[in-house]
Each structure stands twice: as structure tokens, then as C-alpha cells.
């Protein structure tokens, strides 16, 4: 059925994954806006430790003494410890011993909180990294210095370890911390969906959800098939570089925005992906395009399933040669439990899909299907 809504929009047809489990529901309401078809769900959760007896053990630490250093890394911790401290009732003495230290920031979010609280950074990286972080307070003389530093996720490896060895006392605040999915089947479904070829680009918030996505790809024997669709068909788009780390030590291409913010992410992934999968199709009375699992015609929109839509994306990439049954059992299938009548169904839902167009996919008899278009 052809709609005449949607047309315009530059992501209708394609699929994203999405694993950001904190401000989920405007990345998906961003996609969605664009056309796109959002899947996945967090691939790990954030259990926030207001309550935990840790953080307030290491928030106690803080006010025995006056603190020289305190490293900010994230905006969403940074705020966590702030409202963690007031339902404790010692906001006031934590923002005190804050302001009269030295605050660092790791990039324009934990900035942000930090001023938010009526705090200022004295020092900020441009690049984000808390590599940049560690060295700025390295080329200093830490023996004896008191330095609190917000962990995000999970404990900073190297970091605490190496002001140490310099002779500086080190309070690590673990204000949230890196958890399991809440729906490991989700995540198995999205990993089966990427190998299966139904994905065409997924985006990342965090390295550990790139980790924790990976993980569940590995127990399920899929990590490698999860790299190989990546490497290859998969548009991968983080939202920085430090995301993207994971990926790039797995030889996966990635992309990522100048500023790392969703909305720049978002952008990025609507001006590469349509250009990687648009396939034009000429007839020599229309002009078809195909777009993931969207064929765009004159003032409307054909949406088609997964299945009937990788079998005209196989009959695409070759207009007007031959694909036996056989072949295309291989490319759509890959290996799945069917047989050359799964074929022939999904070629008569294409057609039925197609409606008037359906003209477009031939049977070549005793050999195959074929587009009707000028080889």
C-alpha cells in the first residue's frame, strides 16, 4: 500500500538500533521524528547509589578534611552526588568543601553540572578525555594532597592508581555503577536482528553499552557474525571518540559528531546512512527508490516487512540479472531453517506489497526472479 505521509521524511524505511539506557526516550523520539524504525533497548542499567553506604562512607571522608582537588567526570554523577548529599542533609558542607578546592571537569557536561551546583571549573579538556584529566594533575605536586574524583559507571582503571603513586590521598565516589540489562532477551533480539541483516545503523551513548552489547553477542556464539555486520553493512555512529573505543580496537569503523551531543549524533546518522543504503530504480516509466525497507515512489511511501524487503534489496544490487531461488535463500536466510518455497512466499508478498508496481519483480522460468528494469 502506497501512503502519501512520510515521504519527506530522510530516515522513512530504515532501521536503528538504539542501547542508550539514560535519555533513551528522546534519542528514540529524535530517530522516530526522521522517519527511522527504533529497536534494541539498554543493553546495561544504571543503579544509582543514593542509598549505597559507600558513597556516603567516601562523601564522609570529604568533609574530615579540606580537599585540594576534586575531579568531575560526568554530568549525570556529578548531579547524582549533589542530590545524594542534599537527602542526606549535607549539601551545604558538600558544596563548601567543593568551593574551596580545585575542580576539574571532563568536557562541557560534567562542566555544566559543575556550575549548575554553583560551582567553576579551573580546568576542562577539550578533547573530553580523562586521560587529560589524570595528566593535568600529574604535572602537579600531589604528595600529601587530598584529591575526591566522581567515578561514572564503573571504578576509573589506572586513574586512583597512578595520583597515588604520586603521594596523594585518593577518595574514589561511586555514585552510580554499571548494572545488567533488565531485558537480556531484548538485548539477544537485537544482536539476532543485527546478524540477520534487519538493522542498517546502530548508535551508541556509552563504551560500556558498546561492552555490555558485545558480551551478550559473545554468550549467544554471535560476537563474531555482531563484528562482521558492523565492519561491513552496519552504519556504527557514537556520540565521541571515547565511545567509540571499543569498537575501533575491533577494526569497526565508526562515526561520531564534532560536538558530542544527541541531537549532533542524531544529524549524523540521518546525513550518512540514507546515501549508504539508497538504490534507484529505473523502470522506464517510474523511478523507484528502495530505502532499507521502504520503497519510495512518486508523492508516497511503500512500506515492506523485513523478509519481501531484503529480497528486492538482493534483486537490487544486480537490476535486471537472474537470482535463483537458491541464491537468494542464501543471501536473505543465511543459513536460517527454510526452503526455496519460503522463497516463493516472500516474492508473492513483495508483489502484493508493491501493488501496482508489482510488475517489477519477473519470474524467469526454470531459473529465478529477476527486476524488470534495462540491464
Not at 538504539?18 to 527504533?38: F, I, N, P, S
Not at 558542607?93 to 562541557?108: D, F, K, M, N, Q
Not at 567509540?244 to 559528531?257: I, Q, R, T
Amino acid at each position: 500500500m502506497v501512503t502519501r505521509t512520510g515521504a519527506a521524511e530522510p530516515l522513512v524505511g530504515l532501521t536503528v538500533g538504539v542501547t542508550a539506557a539514560r535519555r533513551r526516550d528522546e534519542l528514540v523520539a529524535l530517530l522516530e521524528r526522521r522517519g527511522a524504525k527504533v529497536v534494541g533497548t539498554p543493553t546495561m542499567s544504571i543503579v544509582p547509589l543514593r542509598e549505597d553506604r559507600e558513597l556516603r562512607r567516601a562523601t564522609e571522608r570529604c568533609l574530615v578534611e579540606p580537599l585540594d582537588y576534586v575531579v568531575a567526570t560526568t554530568g549525570v554523577g556529578w548531579r547524582g552526588w549533589m542530590n545524594a548529599a542534599e537527602g542526606w542533609g549535607r549539601s551545604g558542607e558538600v558544596r563548601r568543601v567543593c568551593a574551596a578546592a580545585t575542580v576539574i571537569s571532563r568536557g562541557p557536561k560534567a562542566t555544566g553540572a559543575v556550575r549548575a551546583s554553583g560551582l567553576r571549573e579551573m580546568y576542562s579538556p577539550g578533547s573530553e578525555a580523562n586521560d587529560e584529566l589524570l595528566h593535568w594533575l600529574l604535572a602537579r605536586d600531589l604528595r600529601g594532597r587530598r584529591i575526591a574524583v566522581q567515578e561514572h559507571g564503573a571504578p576509573l582503571e589506572g586513574f586512583a592508581t597512578a595520583l597515588r603513586e604520586r603521594g596523594a590521598e585518593v577518595i574514589e565516589l561511586p555514585v552510580y555503577r554499571w548494572g545488567p540489562p533488565e531485558d537480556p532477551a531484548a538485548v539477544r533480539r537485537l544482536v539476532e536482528q543485527v546478524v540477520r541483516g534487519e538493522v542498517h545503523a546502530m548508535t551508541f551513548t556509552s563504551a560500556p553499552a558498546i561492552d555490555a552489547f558485545l558480551a551478550a553477542a559473545g554468550e549467544s556464539g554471535r560476537r563474531e557474525q555482531v563484528l562482521d555486520a558492523l565492519r561491513a553493512d552496519v552504519l556504527t555512529v557514537c556520540i565521541g571518540a571515547i565511545c567509540a573505543k571499543p569498537l575501533s580496537e575491533e577494526g569497526v569503523p565508526a562515526l561520531w559528531p564534532e560536538r558530542g551531543r544527541l541531537g549532533s549524533m542524531v544529524r549524523t546518522v540521518t546525513e550518512t546512512l540514507p546515501a549508504r543504503v539508497r538504490r534507484e530504480l529505473d523502470t522506464g516509466t517510474d523511478r523507484l527508490v528502495l530505502q532499507g525497507n521502504a520503497v519510495l515512489v512518486r508523492g508516497g511511501v511503500i512500506a515492506l516487512s523485513p523478509v519481501p524487503a531484503a529480497v528486492l534489496r538482493a534483486l537490487a544490487e544486480k537490476p535486471g540479472w537472474v537470482l535463483s531461488r537458491a541464491e537468494l535463500l542464501r543471501r536473505v536466510w543465511q543459513g536460517a531453517s527454510a526452503d526455496e518455497h519460503a522463497v516463493e512466499a516472500a516474492v508473492a508478498r513483495l508483489r502484493s506489497a508493491l501493488g501496482p508496481h508489482k510488475g517489477l519483480v519477473k519470474t524467469v522460468t526454470k531459473r529465478g526472479y529477476r527486476l524488470a528494469v534495462p540491464v
